[in-house]
């Protein structure tokens, strides 16, 4: 399936609040900026219909909003849902700190998800977790367990420890395995590189090392959303290691808690996922009363032949 067409965007004043568009068939994307006190301003969208299913997309690390496939997106909008994204702090629009500027961790990325939700007035909604992002629905459905009806787990873990320790050099903590050394001797081989790549050729080239499975690297794709996302000021190389920092700061596993989810849970992971193995798939539904498990032909992300059908299914799942 061929992600849906994406039209033209423009920002428009609504009073003193930018108000961001940009077409789709069914509707456009209007957006928010979110305080975050004595800090500085997330930047937040929403699209499709007011009075659909409420659903939060969050992003994994290093990466804004918009790197969310389109096809995924329309699919949900088609299904009824109401699209929530935003850039997490250092992406995209959202304010960027400093190397000097006091460290944060997950717990703070988690307040400046349940920021968004709280600008948006929304009480009630299903959550939808790339990677990280993964990490952040999952604590956000323990805390939070009267807000989230259902939880949505993509190429995620309940324990972010051996993949940080693989990329670190260090002994692997916990039972799971860390990724694959063709991930880790591509992105050395990235980094090797240095100035002989552009800004957007070496992100175009990072994503392609998440890349696995059977289905072509979407590089048209990953290119046009890089290229806005650096047009609108991201530094992937800052937001990279903001964000090891911030998960790495947080020393133990989600999984001794993954029992307490009471969300209906979907987990969905590559059998070809080289950051996360299809172990960390497996152990994360395991750990979640109920949950499901779907295992598709892909790595770290989702391929444009996948999105839109996936996103088809999501809608179904929050329908249930």
């Known amino acids: 399936m061929r992600p849906a067409a994406r039209g033209p965007f423009f920002v428009a004043e609504r009073g003193a609040v930018p108000v961001y568009k940009r077409r789709m068939t069914n509707g456009a994307w209007e957006g928010r900026w979110v305080e975050v006190p004595g800090q500085g301003r997330l930047w937040s969208e929403a699209c499709g219909p007011q009075d659909g299913s409420p659903v939060l997309l969050i992003m994994g690390a290093m990466n804004p909003g918009v790197v969310w496939p389109p096809a995924l997106v329309q699919a949900l909008v088609d299904g009824g849902c109401h699209v929530l994204r935003y850039d997490h702090r250092d992406t995209g629009r959202s304010f960027q700190t400093g190397m000097a500027d006091a460290p944060y961790t997950l717990d703070d990325l988690t307040d400046d998800a349940r920021r968004v939700l709280d600008a948006w007035g929304w009480d009630r909604m299903s959550l939808v977790g790339w990677s990280m992002g993964g990490y952040i629905a999952q604590t956000l459905a323990r805390d939070l367990p009267q807000r989230v009806s259902h939880l ?169």
């Open 152 to 320: 949505v787990l993509l190429s995620s873990s309940g324990d972010h420890r051996p993949y940080l320790d693989g990329m670190m050099g260090r002994p692997l903590r916990g039972a799971l395995p860390g990724p694959a050394p063709e991930l880790l001797a591509g992105l050395w081989q990235l980094s090797a590189q240095g100035t002989q790549l552009s800004p957007l050729d070496r992100a175009v080239q990072g994503w392609a090392v998440f890349h696995g499975g059977g289905w072509p690297f979407p590089a048209d794709r990953v290119r046009q959303q890089m290229a806005q996302a650096l047009a609108q000021g991201h530094r992937p190389e800052l937001a990279a290691l903001r964000h090891a920092l911030a998960v790495d700061a947080m020393p133990e596993a989600r999984t001794p808690w993954l029992h307490e989810l009471q969300a209906p849970t979907w987990v969905l992971h590559g059998a070809h996922d080289p950051a996360l193995p299809l172990a960390h798939g497996r152990a994360l539904a395991e750990a979640i009363p109920g949950a499901r498990l779907q295992v598709l032909d892909m790595g770290h992300l989702l391929p444009d032949a996948l999105a839109g059908p996936v996103g088809h299914d999501i809608a179904g799942f929050i329908r249930s």
